[in-house]
């Protein structure tokens, strides 16, 4: 039963599908879920047809690397664009639209960094740091520093 209904999923439009379902950021688990199956019977078709499983790698990386650039946008701040639209009366008592454009700064989110930093710098940034203060025969000490 599977074999069949894995044909309609090799299709252009049958991929397709899938790979929409991969960049918005569905699990495996939950792209079974929508074609109708059960996760193992997915796992097997991902090894199975190799089609499938490139179909969910590329866009997996897309959606994780538009994810990554969010972060570091956010990490270190940025400029958007307002547009606000004002309505005035002219000299004739009738209404005019007028547009007003201002940039705004967004200012780094320190979340964005701390997280950044944890995994990009993970020896410097981690939260469980481990010292050896271990003179002639001495101790071992493991600081844990929030876990």
């Known amino acids: 039963m599977a074999k069949g209904k894995a044909k309609e999923w090799l299709t252009k439009e049958g991929l397709i599908k899938i790979e929409g379902w991969a960049k918005d950021g569905l699990s495996n688990e939950q792209i079974a879920h929508n074609i109708g199956i059960v996760s ?7 090894l199975e047809f190799p089609e499938i499983s490139e179909a969910l790698k590329k866009s997996k990386e897309v959606a994780d690397r538009e ?11 940025y400029f958007v664009e307002e547009i606000k639209e004002i309505i005035e ?3 004739m008592g009738k209404d005019r639209k007028r547009i ?16 950044w930093l944890k995994n990009r710098k993970p020896k ?20 844990d520093w929030g876990e």
């Open 124 to 143: 410097e940034w981690r939260d469980k740091q481990e010292h050896d203060l271990n003179h002639n025969g001495g101790i071992n000490i493991n600081v």
């Open 89 to 91: 009366k002219d000299e």
């Open 67 to 77: 994810v990554e650039n969010a972060m570091h946008k956010s990490a270190n701040g």
């Open 40 to 46: 193992s019977t997915f796992y097997k078709w991902k």
């Open 100 to 115: 007003e454009r201002s940039k705004k700064w967004i200012p780094p989110n320190a979340t964005a960094q701390i997280f």
